[in-house]
């Protein structure tokens, strides 16, 4: 029975519409492999979870291949607290499904690494085959000679895990989550500059390499256990933001397999669309995932909306509904182009250039900013077991005192980006007249929004000229 749920999370209806409510256990061998391996008892309430649809049947392989690395120690308990009803404990034991996947992901890529350094023994009468694609020549961006098995082989594997996210969220009547969204965005990585970024666990996040707001990560053995703890006390690690908007991207995604599965299209046009992000220096989905200080990230979201770069409300809800509504993928991959060039890139430039310029701010302004939100979160938690006046004026001056010092911050933030700017043009005016190299790394971030300042002011002096109009930075 066709199954509707409204726009979630800004998500849109097309990644729900259609979506069949149905209830699906493991398979019995499976099912069999985690209770004996995790000790269960049979006819515990734990085994009946397992056996029962408690496991969803895309999470079985992911978990089995995370006991099989031994990574699963709490995976026992966290099925004690879901049969306990913590709903927490559903998406621990997901993740553990997760961790299984990243073992193909890097195969994946030492496979791409391997067909790249073997390039030029391949014997001369030998042609590679080429990627089978239906869409139009300008809009092919995976190389000739490309061997994507492997790379459709994770994307089939993405898209059944992301799927089976979807049907989980539909059969409990709940909104799509981010891992959902992230998941149905993601297609897979293309090199080993792509990990996989999307993690939650402190542990999972230290050894992604994220850093924390202020300092560093300290990794110590507890036992059998490894924790990771901050350097500097109470510092969070960073926001995690996905370049390409999970709600846009996941519905080109999703709609884009659906032309696969109406045989409109081909699983060759999906691996086009990585390599279309990938030629921006995106990823997508978990694969398109990049930290952040958390009021820079906010001081460049505020700045994309206020320029219109990121839609929002009915706007987002429209372009979500058109992009449901391509019948075919050359119209499909021509619009996510368009908006690789006028969203995600854009979108990218706002947070960088706030990114940096929160360099300027001093760090003990950055730590202040972090404690006193943890202090905030603290009280709240406080007042739930204690609503005593006392805490709740507290909770008011702490308030208070963070949104002042956040404010002044994002206000410094706005006015050294155009300084930042204007030091971008001033530098690379020079560094084409001298035609000398500026000692920038050319793949860097940094000499990217340079490229763009100068590009930027070169458009805006056009405009002056022809118009009469005169632009500030």
């Known amino acids: 029975m066709g199954y509707t749920k409204p726009l979630v999370k800004a998500a849109g209806t097309a990644l729900q519409t259609g979506a069949e409510k149905v209830l699906r256990n493991l398979p019995v061998e499976q099912a069999d492999f985690i209770a004996k391996t995790l000790n269960i008892k049979t006819g515990s309430p734990e085994d009946i979870f397992i056996r029962g649809g408690g496991i969803h049947t895309t999470d079985g392989p992911g978990i089995i291949n995370s006991i099989q690395r031994g990574e699963a120690q709490n995976l026992g308990q966290h099925i004690t607290n879901a049969v306990q009803g913590e709903p927490a404990a559903l998406n621990e034991i997901a993740r553990f499904s997760d961790n299984g996947t990243n073992q193909v992901t890097e195969d994946t890529i030492k496979a791409n690494q391997l067909q790249q350094a073997n390039a030029n023994k391949v014997e001369p009468e030998f042609q590679p085959q080429q990627p089978l694609l239906s869409v139009s020549k300008e809009l092919q961006a995976i190389p000739s000679g490309t061997d994507i098995t492997k790379e459709i082989d994770v994307a089939r594997k993405l898209r059944s895990q992301g799927v089976g996210m979807k049907e989980r969220a539909l059969e409990k009547g709940q909104n799509f989550s981010e891992d959902a969204l992230s998941r149905l965005s993601s297609i897979g990585p293309i090199s080993s500059d792509q990990v996989k970024l999307w993690v939650k666990g402190p542990l999972e996040k230290a050894k992604a390499g994220i850093q924390r707001e202020v300092g560093g990560t300290k990794l110590t053995k507890v036992g059998k256990t490894l924790q990771a703890t901050e350097e500097v006390p109470g510092m969070t690690y960073l926001e995690l933001h996905h370049e390409a908007m999970k709600a846009i991207w996941s519905s080109y995604v999703d709609q884009a397999w659906n032309l696969v599965d109406a045989g409109k299209a081909t699983a060759d046009d999906i691996i086009n669309l990585k390599y279309l992000a990938s030629n921006e220096g995106m990823g997508l989905g978990d694969f398109g995932v990049k930290p952040y200080n958390k009021l820079p990230h906010q001081a460049g979201h505020s700045a994309s909306k206020e320029l219109g770069i990121e839609p929002t409300g009915d706007v987002l809800k429209q372009q979500v509904e058109t992009i449901t509504n391509f019948n075919t993928m050359e119209d499909l991959t021509k619009d996510f182009k368009k908006s690789l ?8 430039r706002q947070l960088d250039l706030h990114q940096r310029a929160y360099l ?7 730590i202040k900013v972090i404690r006193l939100k943890n202090e905030k979160d603290l009280i709240k938690k406080q007042l739930k077991v204690n609503d005593s006046p006392e805490l709740k004026q507290q909770l008011e001056q702490v308030r208070k005192e ?6 002044n911050i994002k206000g410094r933030l706005s006015k050294q980006v155009k300084k930042d700017i204007a030091w971008d043009i001033e530098t690379m005016e020079r560094v084409i007249d001298s035609q000398q190299p500026y000692g920038i790394d050319k793949s860097s971030d940094q000499w990217r929004l340079m490229n763009e300042s100068y590009q930027e002011g070169a458009d805006l002096r056009a405009t002056e000229a022809i118009y009469g109009d005169n632009y500030g930075f």
């Open 402 to 407: 963070l949104k002042e010092l956040s404010d």
């Open 341 to 348: 060039e006028e969203i995600a890139k854009p979108m990218r």
């Open 360 to 366: 300027s701010i001093p760090k003990d302004e950055q």
